[in-house]
């Protein structure tokens, strides 16, 4: 079965650089989710989408953006990168009208600053 | 403010049986979730409560009490493959809505 995919796994960055995260949900879902989890931390909940308009916000920095097209991927954008920056950052997908409860994690992408 | 509380480790034998607990104070509530992440990995989903009781999955049990904002998550018959943090999470909204986690249970299986 289809799952999250996010692009890239792994990405490297100095401070003060720029980086874009993808994500691509699972067909059919119309809700994409944002989450920050930094070593040994819980996962934080950054920001949602729901039919390519925000639908939620949490603890995103004023640096970063997101959007969500009309193919239902969605971007991170994350400018001005600082080193408590470097996190997994995970998104996931679920569908509003009936599908399984919670949702599905994408494998994620490891972001370091340096 | 959320807050969800829960053991930061547990050390069991294979072959055995282990509860995490997990207790929460939130602003809102849609449903208990417990997710399994291995080191590095993405959380996957392992089981949700959104009534009171018991909800029995295979090797995985859940209770939930939403009048004691307490749940916990019962692992029988310990694998050494089981070794992972357990992460309670709370959905705070709607069935769409956001997770509030726990710090997650880092559950070491031994020989």
């Known amino acids: 079965a289809a799952g999250v995919i996010q692009s890239p796994r792994h990405l490297i960055k100095e401070k003060r650089e720029t980086a874009?995260?993808?994500?691509?949900?699972?067909?059919r879902h119309d809700t994409v989710y944002w989450y920050q989890q930094g070593p040994g931390q819980d996962p934080q909940f950054l920001i949602s989408f729901y039919e390519k308009m925000q639908s939620d916000k949490g603890s995103i920095p004023d640096r970063f953006s997101a959007q969500q097209f009309s193919d239902y991927h969605?971007?991170?954008?994350?400018s001005s990168l600082e080193l408590g920056d470097s996190a997994l950052y995970f998104c996931a997908s679920s569908y509003r009208q009936g599908g399984l409860p919670g949702y599905t994690f994408g494998s994620g992408t490891r972001l370091t600053v340096v | 403010g959320q807050n969800i509380d829960?053991?930061?480790e547990m050390t069991a034998t294979e072959g055995a049986i282990v509860q995490i607990n997990c207790t929460y104070q939130t602003s809102g509530f849609n449903g208990l979730f417990w997710y399994q992440q291995h080191a590095g990995e993405a959380p996957t989903f392992l089981s949700y409560n959104v009534l009171d009781g018991l909800e029995e999955k295979g090797r995985f049990s859940s209770f939930l009490s939403r009048s004691?904002?307490?749940s916990y998550l019962l692992l029988k018959e310990l694998q050494m493959k089981d070794s992972a943090s357990y992460l309670c999470a709370v959905q705070l909204t709607d069935s769409w809505g956001k997770f509030q986690f726990g710090a997650g249970t880092q559950v070491v299986v031994t020989p």
């Open chain 1, 20 to 27: 874009t995260l993808k994500c691509y949900p699972i067909p």
């Open chain 1, 74 to 78: 969605s971007e991170l954008n994350m």
């Open chain 2, 6 to 8: 829960q053991p930061t």
């Open chain 2, 68 to 70: 004691k904002g307490y």
